[in-house]
């Protein structure tokens, strides 16, 4: 586990551009911060059951949360009757989210992974992997991103689905940024919004009531790229919403949520 207190991106941040850094980006104080951030009541109630029922509607009763957080979705999922495992690259991520589950009553099943190696460390196979959270655009790397979808979908059973989500990173390369946090980012008096953006790097500050001010570096993952990688790497079917929305095209949605199913549709 990590024990530096202070996030340390060096002399220029916009040039830390490498998958293995979030490591040294979620500190302790940071993480200790997270549940301000998305406000679990909040966020419960702007998301509603959609990834409950997205799974329930497709047979998943295996889960594997790859990107467990803090604990959110593992805790709901575990609640709505779901047998979930929590993975997450972040130790203090995964120390808070048993914590968290502890408080609720759960013991989560808790493995620290690297997605890139992802089924060296969990075993057996799921009716699902979510990805959520915007956790995935961690990955710098074309090849990181590939092999991590790879490993997905081998740690799926063959009639099993990848839930995935990540920031409408589209509109704020071209448009610029404006979100209500209407969706993920529910906690009051906290102000987050990207510092830099280019085609290679969107770099966010969060700033908090107390003064406190922390920053993710993420690589800005466009929807149609993010879907393309998906097919190329074997994955059938895929359908994407915007903020929980099968219908989008009205207005910008601040994420989309990609469902990508690894079994042949006969017929397609």
């Not at 759960?106 to 990805?131: E, F, K, M, P, S």
């Not at 990181?144 to 081998?154: C, G, I, N, V």
């Not at 799926?156 to 989500?165: P, Q, R, Y």
């Amino acid at each position: 586990m990590s024990t530096a207190t202070e996030q340390d991106f060096g002399s220029d941040p916009t040039q830390v551009r490498d998958t293995d850094h979030y490591r040294m980006e979620y500190i302790e104080g940071f993480v200790d911060k997270w549940d301000d951030l998305i406000d679990w009541k909040s966020r419960a109630r702007s998301e509603g059951d959609f990834f409950i029922e997205e799974l329930k509607k497709r047979g998943a009763k295996r889960v594997l949360d790859v990107a467990t957080g803090t604990g959110f979705h593992s805790v709901r999922l575990v609640e709505a009757g779901f047998d979930v495992v929590s993975a997450d690259g972040s130790a203090e991520m995964l120390c808070k989210a048993f914590e968290n589950g502890r408080q609720r009553g759960h013991v989560l099943r808790t493995v620290q992974v690297d997605w890139r190696w992802l089924n060296r460390d969990i075993h057996g196979r799921y009716d699902a992997v979510i990805c959520l959270g915007n956790s995935f655009t961690h990955l710098f790397n074309e090849n990181d991103r590939r092999k991590a979808l790879a490993e997905f979908y081998s740690a799926l059973n063959h009639d099993g689905i990848l839930i995935l989500d990540q920031r409408n990173y589209d509109a704020i390369l071209d448009h610029g940024y404006d979100s209500k946090h209407t969706y993920y980012y529910c906690g009051d008096d906290i102000s987050v919004y990207p510092e830099h953006v280019d085609e290679g790097l969107a770099r966010f500050r969060y700033g908090f009531p107390d003064g406190s001010v922390y920053h993710l570096n993420m690589f800005p993952l466009r929807k149609e790229y993010t879907r393309r990688l998906m097919h190329e790497v074997g994955f059938q079917h895929i359908e994407t919403f915007g903020d929980f929305k099968e219908t989008y095209r009205d207005a910008d949605p601040d994420f989309f949520i990609h469902v990508a199913e690894k079994a042949y549709r006969e017929g397609e």
